[in-house]
């Protein structure tokens, strides 16, 4: 009896464990996952450099008393990959900086050549309207000598009024004379004074124009020197930014060798060789769009090829003509049993994973290692077209990232009902081709230690829903 309550309560452990492997979901890596918390981005500049600062100083002190037993081991190394995650944070905010320094600086030489040339068009102005002021001023002048010269007349001479002219003329002759020269006189003064008038107001408005102008001027001068000091200290301190640039980009390619040299002597004594562990991320955005494109493109064929399929579909007659051509899409005509996705181990000769997804030591690794004698087999995972297969090389020649790696979209889906994309990479030949329709556990490479690798080995990665970077997902939960 007792024996049996001990049989049931296993029973439900292991049906309890059954399930709760049975309710777990890939999840995906992203690429960013192993850098900060949401709150460091949240931080200003300022406060990032302050943090960086403080968890350099404290990874320097776990390096150097780490050291003082040996660098020759994990955990010196997972360290120091800290500390250099932590620097590369600090160039980029030291990019962003010198960034910001010249723009400002582009910023203040628009500004500076926009008030130079303002100041060569106020100068030309106050030239101009100095000349106009002098020539008003001479008009007004010779127009008021004239209105006081005729002031002058008329006081030495008298003012004759119309009733004077009435009473001492002695004929109407002589009054209609005298009255017309009074007419003319009267219309003269009015005409005088109206061109003094005018004369007048626009000589103080032409002055008020160069007395505003002259203070324009002052101010842009005043603006220009201001700015001249601004710029000269910006240029300064993006001169400095540059050396300093300079300096944390040398001790970072410092850093990384040293990195990288301790895990190749690390991996050779283990043999457990995998990638090292710091790549560029504009080189990484540039490939996955290139497999997003080709994954994209393969989509679309797909879906052609069903509309095709589904408008020319005619009843069986018994018989096939004709055989399946290698380099197109193989047509769904498995049977709903055949279709459920299950893969096999990448590397037949080696199913050992000797560097896990996302493991200690390698945060952030998208996918798993297997390391292999190079020239070892590589296989379709499961069903699918290549949909890349390719070389990535420096312009030196020398292979880089992924080095020659594989593709594969597969012809099934998973349970949930989304595409699934692996890939295959440092391989050192290449037997397919895009296009190519494979089949599971077909030879599709061979192993190699192309591009950023550390020794033989092939790097697997499993993407879903998509075939982009940040939809990698655990590989063991579709691997045996």
Known sequence: MKRSKIFLGLMSVLLASCLFSASVVPQPIKAAAYEYSEDYESLSNEEKQAYLEQQLKEVNKKLDDLSEQSKDTEEYINTLDEKIRYMKNQLTLAEEGIESSKDKIDSLEKEYESNENKIVELEASIKTLTAQTAELQKKFDDSL????QRI????????????EALLTSDDVSTLLTRLEMIRRVSQNDKSLLETLQTQGEKLM?????????????????????????????????????QVEYADKKQDYESQKSEADSLLLQLQQDTKNYSEFRHQDQEELDEINRQIEEAA????????????????????????????????????????????KLSMTYPVPSQTKITTAYGSAGYVGHTGVDFACASGSKVVAAESGTVIISTDLKNSDGSYRSYGRYIVIAHD???????????????NSSRVVSEGQYVKKGQLIAYSGSTGNSSGPHCHFEVRTPTASYDDCVNPTYYLP
């Open 296 to 339: 994209e493109k393969y989509q679309q064929q797909m879906q052609q090829s069903t509309t095709t399929t589904t408008t020319t579909e005619k009843p069986e007659s018994g018989g096939s003509s004709g055989d399946t051509k290698p380099n197109t899409t193989k047509p769904n005509t498995t049977k709903p049993s055949s279709n």
């Open 205 to 241: 408005s032409t002055k008020d124009d160069l007395s505003s102008q002259k203070t324009s001027l002052e101010v842009t001068q005043t603006t220009l020197e201001q700015t001249q000091k601004t710029l000269t200290s910006t240029i300064d301190s993006y001169e400095e930014q």
């Open 145 to 148: 000598v004239k209105y006081y």
């Open 412 to 426: 099934k889906k998973d349970s949930a009902g989304n595409y699934v994309y692996t890939l295959y990479a440092h």
């Open 152 to 163: 002058r007349a008329m006081y030495v001479s008298g003012n004759m009024t119309v009733l």
